[in-house]
């Protein structure tokens, strides 16, 4: 007579398929003993260069956009940094498309956890930790170097920005995931607001067109993650569409930057498992 | 688990269909023709649990199709389909717990870490009791040979043992169901064997229901009781092995090799038939139907007329079988 | 005698220089026919590179505006010089050394490529000739378009910068290949050759003067620059479309480029015998 299967409660927690996963990843990572060095070394060295660029321009020009040197810092600092960590938690979800056609993604499928969760934890680069660090360093002069009113409404307005920050880039690129599922050769096209993105974060958004300023402070709302920050934290009236008060209002661009996330995600595996295969 | 989960029928497709939109060039640069592929084409079957089902058919014919419909990867453009139960897409995560699928040409383990840690990163990640997945593992392991590749990374297994190790991990958390997409492509013979020998004895110890998809005959005879045979996306064929052999009046062939020239074995009995004659008459084929006669019996008549000093059975090709069905069915 | 057995000499010769050249004609139009399939991903770099230009162009704009000297730009040089390195960027392919010279350097296909009775590097070359091509007219042109339509940027009136502009282009653009193929080879003695190739997309980038001139450059950094092929790759081709360097001076810049292109690629070839040492050594 046949046995019918063991039917045992759930062990561990809801986290512990997620934990296991990374875990793993992060030791196979750190096996590659030289491999690891290296990558880790050229990240950094990234990051440096990444601050070269803002620095030979500001080099120059004394005062670009209302700030200098010194609130270039910040803007660096606050942009880089949120960048890179959101970098080191979903910054391989650009490696969808490979996944699809390994048929990776399908054997998420048999697994019972949702599918994004899945995509997101199936991967961490700890080596990006390096450009994380230099932004890092930045960050920290400029908050030393800069005049700021040290309160209690200036760190609850930093941790906001961090927070809601690296929450902002990872939901730009859980977007452009999503959109993967439509289009072939899809990295082309995203890399447009994902990097675009990350490169507009870097600029005093001042010196932008009104087009430009709703793109990018609205729409894709990578302002909210440094210059809108700056601009308060320095005490700065900051330009006509983009005043400085609006930095408090990160957590609203935090949601509606995952709203859409979730939304593209969403139609993608409908589309994946509805018309593609 | 509900009273109404333990219900015996595993697997309940109704008039299930898939169309796929292909966009062609018709030749005009700009301009594109659209296409509609039907992959699977109203099919219907039930399969009971405890069962051992060989799905088989030509490439293309909408077997993964079924499959990735059966296990909430694609959705059917009409139709019904509940596996264990459930409802595939919309319930994918409840099912994933309940089966387990192997992918012949795809992995689901993690290719640059050892076996074992696969292993453990599959128990968490169905949140498999630690005392139960060690009792498991080793129970596994055990059957399948694997104890010397557990701390091999998975990239550097041989076929076989990667075949092995698929099966397994799909095994672990004791699913209700395993389906398998040809499993046994590219292994040798006694990597087959050993495979087949697992999943009867799965089947018998714990009532596992298996699906197979495959082209090898082998593999059908000895681990299916039931066979279905899909040509273009219909379902041509829905019974058991012999039925079919008969259904289709598929010859196996003899190939004797002669001791000495011989001339063509004509009129032999049991409408024998022979197909072609090589090297003068030193080896001749002959093809048969196993339903009316035996091996055996033509070796005999064989052995009569000329003296025999090699010979080999070839079995029909699945898909000489699949084609027999469709001009039948027709 | 002696000169009718030269002179069939000298035929022989001519002839298969002639089959030679219309082997790599035939390389370049492939190049160019494979890229052309890839019209939406072409439409899409057009879409990046446009946007990209956009923020850069509006900083740099403001920067010419705030600064007292910035580099001798005004707001139409500056525009020409953003528009222009956004326009190239597809021909220059920075990002990234053809993953198929990569994968197959890894997987040890490239030993198939040593058994062609093409060389390996030229041949390479010449396809991606061909790429390059393919991708000025959906890419480039239209960049530089958008830009004149929508920041402004101002453009030489007389015929010569673009003559001697298309010799630089065709330059930078054999010179960008050259390198990026050097650099790929390493995978003959390096297992996972990515951590290098995004460094070398940065530093390239960065030197090349594709996110500052390199004229703005503190001293120290320019001459850094200057020791490396990558001005040559991006700001060269620049500088002479845009009129920014003329005469006798545009003329020092393309033969800058051609002595780094000579460099670069007998590089290539030592790294490509080594490497073919190697894999012979080894058995692939």
Same mark, same amino acid.
């Given at each position: 007579m046949a046995e019918l299967p063991l039917v045992s409660t759930p062990a561990g927690t809801l986290l512990t398929p997620y934990i296991a996963v990374l875990r793993s990843r992060m030791r196979a990572q750190q096996s590659y003993r030289l491999s690891f060095a290296s990558e880790v070394f050229s990240a950094f060295l990234i990051g440096l260069i990444e601050f070269a660029e803002v620095w030979v321009i500001f080099h120059t020009v004394?005062?670009?956009?209302?700030?200098?040197?010194?609130?270039?810092?910040?803007?660096?600092?606050?942009?880089?940094?949120?960048?890179?960590?959101?970098?080191?938690?979903?910054?391989?979800?650009?490696?969808?498309?490979?996944?699809?056609?390994?048929?990776?993604?399908?054997?998420?499928?048999?697994?019972?956890?949702?599918?994004?969760?899945?995509?997101?934890?199936?991967?961490?680069?700890?080596?990006?930790?390096?450009?994380?660090?230099?932004?890092?360093?930045?960050?920290?002069?400029?908050?030393?170097?800069?005049?700021?009113?040290?309160?209690?409404?200036?760190?609850?307005?930093?941790?906001?920005?961090?927070?809601?920050?690296?929450?902002?880039?990872?939901?730009?690129?859980?977007?452009?995931?999503?959109?993967?599922?439509?289009?072939?050769?899809?990295?082309?096209?995203?890399?447009?607001?994902?990097?675009?993105?990350?490169?507009?974060?870097?600029?005093?958004?001042?010196?932008?067109?009104?087009?430009?300023?709703?793109?990018?402070?609205?729409?894709?709302?990578?302002?909210?993650?440094?210059?809108?920050?700056?601009?308060?934290?320095?005490?700065?009236?900051?330009?006509?569409?983009?005043?400085?008060?609006l930095a408090w209002w990160t957590p609203v661009a935090t949601i509606w930057v995952w709203l859409l996330a979730l939304c593209l995600w969403r139609i993608g595996t409908r589309h994946y498992q509805g018309g593609g295969g | 688990?509900?009273?109404?989960?333990?219900?015996?029928?595993?697997?309940?497709?109704?008039?299930?269909?898939?169309?796929? *939109? /292909?966009?062609?060039?018709? &030749?005009?640069?700009? =301009?594109?023709? @659209?296409? *509609? /592929?039907?992959?699977?084409? &109203?099919?219907?079957? =039930?399969?009971? @649990?405890?069962?051992?089902?060989?799905?088989i058919g030509a490439n293309g014919a909408g077997k993964s199709t079924t499959i990735k419909m059966l296990t909430g990867i694609l959705v059917p453009t009409s139709g019904s389909v509940r596996t264990c139960g459930l409802e595939p897409v919309r319930q994918r995560r409840r099912l994933a717990s309940r089966i387990g699928v192997v992918f012949g040409q795809r992995s689901q383990l993690w290719w640059d870490l050892p076996l074992r840690e696969s292993f453990s990163i599959l128990a968490a990640i169905h949140r498999l009791d630690p005392d139960i997945t060690r009792k498991?593992?080793?129970?596994?392991?055990?059957?399948?040979?694997?104890?010397e590749t557990l701390d091999t990374p998975v990239r550097q297994l041989s076929l076989g043992q990667r075949m092995r190790a698929e099966v397994a991990a799909a095994l672990l958390h004791s699913p209700e169901l395993v389906i398998l997409d040809e499993p046994t492509i590219g292994l040798d013979v006694l990597s087959k064997q050993r495979l087949r020998e697992f999943l009867r004895a799965e089947r018998v110890d714990r009532g596992t229901t298996l699906l197979l998809t495959t082209h090898d005959m082998g593999d059908i005879e000895r681990l299916c009781d039931r066979v279905l045979v899909v040509d273009h996306g219909s379902l041509v064929y829905d019974g058991s092995l012999p039925g079919l052999g008969a259904t289709v009046g598929a010859r196996r062939v003899l190939v004797v090799d002669l001791a000495e020239p011989t001339p063509d074995l004509l009129d032999l009995p049991c409408d024998a038939e022979l197909?072609?004659?090589?090297?003068?008459?030193?080896?001749?084929?002959?093809?048969?139907?196993?339903?009316?006669?035996?091996?055996?019996?033509?070796?005999?008549?064989?052995?009569?007329?000329?003296?025999?000093?090699?010979?080999?059975?070839?079995e029909p090709e699945i898909e000489d079988i699949v084609r027999r069905i469709y001009e039948s069915a027709r | 005698m002696r000169g009718g057995a030269e002179g069939v000499e000298w035929l022989a010769v001519a002839m298969r220089a002639r089959r030679t050249a219309r082997v790599y004609?035939?390389?370049?139009?492939?190049?160019?026919?494979?890229?052309?399939?890839?019209?939406?991903?072409?439409f899409a770099g057009l879409f990046t590179n446009c946007v990209f230009g956009l923020v850069r162009a509006a900083v740099m704009v403001a920067a010419v505006r705030a600064a007292g000297d910035f580099g001798g730009y005004d707001e139409g040089s500056i525009g020409a010089y953003v528009w222009l390195s956004q326009a190239l960027l597809g021909a220059m392919q920075f990002m990234g050394p053809p993953l198929e010279l990569v994968?197959?350097?890894?997987?040890?296909?490239?030993?198939?490529?040593?058994?062609?009775?093409?060389?390996?590097?030229?041949?390479?070359?010449?396809t991606d000739l061909g790429r390059a091509a393919?991708?000025?007219?959906?890419?480039?042109?239209?960049?530089?378009?958008?830009?004149?339509?929508?920041?402004?940027l101002a453009m030489p009136h007389s015929p010569w910068p673009y003559l001697l502009g298309a010799i630089s282009v065709l330059l930078a653009v054999a010179l960008s290949f050259l390198s990026l193929f050097a650099v790929g080879l390493i995978g003959f003695w390096v297992v996972e050759t990515r951590g290098i190739r995004v460094l070398y997309q940065i530093c390239g980038t960065f030197l090349a003067g594709l996110f500052v001139p390199v004229h703005m450059f503190p001293e120290w950094l320019r001459t850094l620059a200057h020791a490396t092929p990558f001005p040559s790759i991006l700001q060269a081709p620049i500088d002479i479309l845009s009129g920014r360097v003329l005469d006798s001076e545009a003329i020092g810049v393309v033969a800058t480029?051609?002595?780094?292109?000579?460099?670069?690629?007998?590089?290539?070839?030592?790294?490509?015998?080594?490497?073919?040492?190697r894999l012979e050594v080894q058995g692939g």
């Amino acid at each position: 007579m046949a046995e019918l299967p063991l039917v045992s409660t759930p062990a561990g927690t809801l986290l512990t398929p997620y934990i296991a996963v990374l875990r793993s990843r992060m030791r196979a990572q750190q096996s590659y003993r030289l491999s690891f060095a290296s990558e880790v070394f050229s990240a950094f060295l990234i990051g440096l260069i990444e601050f070269a660029e803002v620095w030979v321009i500001f080099h120059t020009v004394k005062v670009l956009g209302g700030l200098d040197l010194d609130a270039a810092l910040l803007l660096f600092g606050l942009s880089n940094t949120t960048f890179a960590l959101a970098q080191v938690m979903v910054g391989h979800l650009d490696s969808l498309p490979t996944l699809i056609r390994l048929g990776t993604l399908d054997a998420f499928h048999l697994r019972p956890q949702p599918l994004l969760l899945q995509l997101i934890t199936s991967d961490i680069s700890l080596r990006r930790l390096a450009r994380a660090a230099v932004a890092i360093a930045v960050l920290t002069l400029g908050l030393m170097r800069n005049d700021i009113d040290w309160g209690p409404a200036a760190v609850v307005l930093l941790a906001i920005t961090l927070i809601g920050g690296i929450l902002i880039f990872g939901g730009i690129f859980v977007c452009a995931a999503g959109l993967q599922f439509f289009l072939i050769d899809g990295a082309e096209l995203t890399n447009s607001f994902t990097y675009g993105g990350s490169f507009a974060a870097m600029q005093p958004a001042s010196v932008f067109p009104p087009p430009l300023k709703i793109l990018f402070g609205f729409a894709i709302p990578v302002s909210f993650t440094a210059y809108l920050p700056t601009i308060c934290l320095l005490g700065l009236p900051g330009p006509p569409l983009l005043p400085s008060w609006l930095a408090w209002w990160t957590p609203v661009a935090t949601i509606w930057v995952w709203l859409l996330a979730l939304c593209l995600w969403r139609i993608g595996t409908r589309h994946y498992q509805g018309g593609g295969g | 688990m509900a009273a109404s989960d333990l219900s015996d029928t595993i697997i309940d497709i109704e008039n299930l269909t898939r169309e796929f *939109t /292909l966009y062609r060039r018709n &030749g005009k640069k700009w =301009r594109r023709t @659209r296409d *509609t /592929l039907t992959a699977v084409d &109203g099919m219907t079957f =039930r399969i009971e @649990r405890g069962a051992a089902v060989g799905y088989i058919g030509a490439n293309g014919a909408g077997k993964s199709t079924t499959i990735k419909m059966l296990t909430g990867i694609l959705v059917p453009t009409s139709g019904s389909v509940r596996t264990c139960g459930l409802e595939p897409v919309r319930q994918r995560r409840r099912l994933a717990s309940r089966i387990g699928v192997v992918f012949g040409q795809r992995s689901q383990l993690w290719w640059d870490l050892p076996l074992r840690e696969s292993f453990s990163i599959l128990a968490a990640i169905h949140r498999l009791d630690p005392d139960i997945t060690r009792k498991r593992t080793y129970e596994l392991v055990e059957q399948l040979e694997m104890a010397e590749t557990l701390d091999t990374p998975v990239r550097q297994l041989s076929l076989g043992q990667r075949m092995r190790a698929e099966v397994a991990a799909a095994l672990l958390h004791s699913p209700e169901l395993v389906i398998l997409d040809e499993p046994t492509i590219g292994l040798d013979v006694l990597s087959k064997q050993r495979l087949r020998e697992f999943l009867r004895a799965e089947r018998v110890d714990r009532g596992t229901t298996l699906l197979l998809t495959t082209h090898d005959m082998g593999d059908i005879e000895r681990l299916c009781d039931r066979v279905l045979v899909v040509d273009h996306g219909s379902l041509v064929y829905d019974g058991s092995l012999p039925g079919l052999g008969a259904t289709v009046g598929a010859r196996r062939v003899l190939v004797v090799d002669l001791a000495e020239p011989t001339p063509d074995l004509l009129d032999l009995p049991c409408d024998a038939e022979l197909l072609t004659s090589e090297g003068d008459g030193m080896r001749q084929r002959l093809a048969f139907d196993a339903e009316k006669t035996t091996a055996a019996r033509l070796l005999a008549a064989v052995s009569d007329r000329a003296q025999v000093r090699d010979l080999s059975i070839e079995e029909p090709e699945i898909e000489d079988i699949v084609r027999r069905i469709y001009e039948s069915a027709r | 005698m002696r000169g009718g057995a030269e002179g069939v000499e000298w035929l022989a010769v001519a002839m298969r220089a002639r089959r030679t050249a219309r082997v790599y004609q035939q390389l370049a139009v492939a190049g160019f026919r494979r890229q052309s399939q890839y019209k939406l991903a072409m439409f899409a770099g057009l879409f990046t590179n446009c946007v990209f230009g956009l923020v850069r162009a509006a900083v740099m704009v403001a920067a010419v505006r705030a600064a007292g000297d910035f580099g001798g730009y005004d707001e139409g040089s500056i525009g020409a010089y953003v528009w222009l390195s956004q326009a190239l960027l597809g021909a220059m392919q920075f990002m990234g050394p053809p993953l198929e010279l990569v994968d197959r350097v890894k997987n040890g296909d490239i030993a198939v490529d040593f058994l062609r009775p093409v060389d390996v590097q030229l041949s390479y070359l010449a396809t991606d000739l061909g790429r390059a091509a393919c991708t000025l007219i959906p890419r480039g042109i239209p960049s530089v378009v958008f830009g004149y339509l929508t920041f402004g940027l101002a453009m030489p009136h007389s015929p010569w910068p673009y003559l001697l502009g298309a010799i630089s282009v065709l330059l930078a653009v054999a010179l960008s290949f050259l390198s990026l193929f050097a650099v790929g080879l390493i995978g003959f003695w390096v297992v996972e050759t990515r951590g290098i190739r995004v460094l070398y997309q940065i530093c390239g980038t960065f030197l090349a003067g594709l996110f500052v001139p390199v004229h703005m450059f503190p001293e120290w950094l320019r001459t850094l620059a200057h020791a490396t092929p990558f001005p040559s790759i991006l700001q060269a081709p620049i500088d002479i479309l845009s009129g920014r360097v003329l005469d006798s001076e545009a003329i020092g810049v393309v033969a800058t480029q051609v002595v780094w292109v000579v460099l670069i690629g007998i590089a290539g070839r030592i790294l490509l015998a080594a490497g073919r040492r190697r894999l012979e050594v080894q058995g692939g």
